[in-house]
């Protein structure tokens, strides 16, 4: 059980701490490669992209052909991409690096939360299996912008990505000797739906590259549209294959879909608000990267701090109030930045310690859910839709962002020394992305305590 939870513990790690640590980085990155402001988004958002976009088919993939084995595939794979750092030499070596980070992470990720959930039949032991995976990938989110900080002041950025490597062995050792093979009898031998693996996958990748493409030309009405093509073709053929990838009755279940929609929420506004803030504090307000680093602190307190307070805050609260508690301050901290971000640092940080508060319980409480409402032999594939929506919100945070940063500054948003117009363009952008983000995380929070509502009426 110990070894278990440790190899278990190690991979959500390596996902919450990869593109929290690198963020920091971004900054000296632009600097280090020349990147445009597109090339920094695509640094953290290729990750998030292909991540999200492969989930699922690896999800049903584990289901069909073995969890312990898809996991351990990727994690050696996820140890080669982050060697491949130390030799990227152009923005677009990275960009293509953090991409195959993203398969080696979509082949690991949806086994971890799926054998979780079935180390114990008993919800209260699972809700305490998930905190302490939940708990050690949360410290690596905490603790990535702080530790890159610090790093960088000693050591060059591409160190930041290496360190991936040995806790991949790590988690590796803990899975191969903690988790024995795979039980046949806990998997299913439906044929893999290719088509459909194919089709969400255009889908997803489509929908992020769109609002790039209309700020930095090419052909946004295009890709728009073949996403939505995409998109209704990927429903359609789940709806009618033999042997869908993703059974989207399934998906439909209240359980399920409130707790998807809560994870959605919680991935857009944890990588959205992490991206403004790190460009403000350096940017705008010129703080070197160990400064931003330590300005990143609150959150690293209550994500760290909260692991003791989950299961109490659940117990007394139940799973679906907790939910929406959770939700709620997560949403009133993206409000605060909005309103409030540019008027000082306390702002700044008390947005981060909201967020950061409903992040903690929001994250370990809606997994759960989505897991109760599945059956036993679609686990994977549920832990897969939980971190797929994550890393599609985490990637449209992103895109949302870096979006509105684009088509409202003028020039390069790397370079030192910015005009009085430059700094007021950066602000507002700012402001209207975090605007932008409030109001897509209170909807999704919204819908999602609606659609549970209407299930118990």
């Not at 990720?109 to 305490?128: I, K």
């Not at 009405?221 to 294959?241: D, E, K, M």
């Not at 640092?345 to 310690?353: D, E, F, P, S, T």
Request: net charge positive; proline share 4%; aromatic share 6%.
């Amino acid at each position: 059980m110990k070894l278990a939870l440790i190899g278990l513990s190690a991979v959500f790690l390596v996902e919450m701490l990869d593109n929290s640590i690198l963020t920091v980085a971004l900054p000296t990155i632009g600097r280090d490669l020349h990147a445009s402001t597109v090339d920094l988004q695509w640094v953290t958002g290729a990750y998030a992209v292909v991540f999200g976009g492969l989930m699922l088919a690896f999800g049903a993939i584990a289901d069909r052909f073995g969890r312990r084995r898809t996991m351990l595939t990727g994690l050696v794979l996820l140890g080669l991409a982050s060697l491949a750092t130390a030799f990227v030499t152009t923005a677009e070596q990275l960009i293509a690096v953090r991409a195959l980070t993203g398969v080696a992470a979509a082949m690991t990720t949806p086994g971890s939360m799926a054998l979780a959930f079935r180390l114990s039949d008993d919800d209260r032991q699972r809700v305490r299996a998930t905190t302490v995976i939940s708990t050690v990938g949360l410290i690596g989110l905490a603790i990535g912008p702080t530790a890159g900080g610090l790093m960088l002041a000693v050591a060059p950025w591409q160190v930041l990505l290496l360190v991936n490597v040995p806790i991949a062995a790590l988690a590796f050792l803990g899975i191969r000797a903690g988790i024995a093979k795979d039980d046949p009898a806990g998997l299913h031998r439906d044929p893999v739906d290719v088509i459909g693996a194919l089709l969400g996958t255009a889908a997803i990748v489509l929908a992020l590259l769109a609002p790039t493409e209309f700020v930095n030309g090419g052909f946004p009405w295009t890709t728009t549209a073949a996403a939505l093509i995409a998109g209704t073709l990927f429903v359609v053929r789940q709806r009618t294959a033999r042997h869908p990838m993703l059974d989207l009755k399934l998906v439909a279940r209240p359980l399920v879909s409130a707790g998807l929609a809560y994870k959605a929420a919680a991935g857009l506004a944890v990588a959205g608000l992490g991206y403004l803030v790190t460009l403000q504090l350096q940017l705008d307000w010129g703080w070197t990267p160990t400064q931003a680093a330590l300005g990143m602190l609150p959150q690293v307190a209550v994500l760290i701090a909260g692991g003791a307070l989950v299961n109490p805050f659940v117990q007394r609260a139940g799973l679906n109030r907790a939910a929406w508690l959770s939700a709620c301050s997560l949403v009133a901290g993206l409000a605060v930045y909005a309103l409030l971000g540019r008027s000082g640092y306390g702002w700044i940080a008390l947005a981060l310690v909201l967020v950061a508060a409903g992040l903690r319980v929001l994250g370990v409480v809606a997994a759960v859910n989505v897991m109760r409402g599945l059956p036993a032999n679609r686990t994977s594939i549920g832990a897969a839709l939980t971190d797929t929506a994550t890393q599609v919100t985490s990637g449209a945070g992103l895109a949302v962002t870096g979006t509105i940063l684009a088509a409202v500054f003028t020039g390069s948003i790397a370079t030192a020394d910015w005009s009085g117009p430059q700094t007021a363009q950066f602000e507002q952008a700012v402001t209207i992305a975090a605007a932008t983000l409030t109001v897509l995380a209170a909807a999704l929070a919204g819908w999602a305590f609606g659609k549970f509502r209407a299930s118990v009426a």
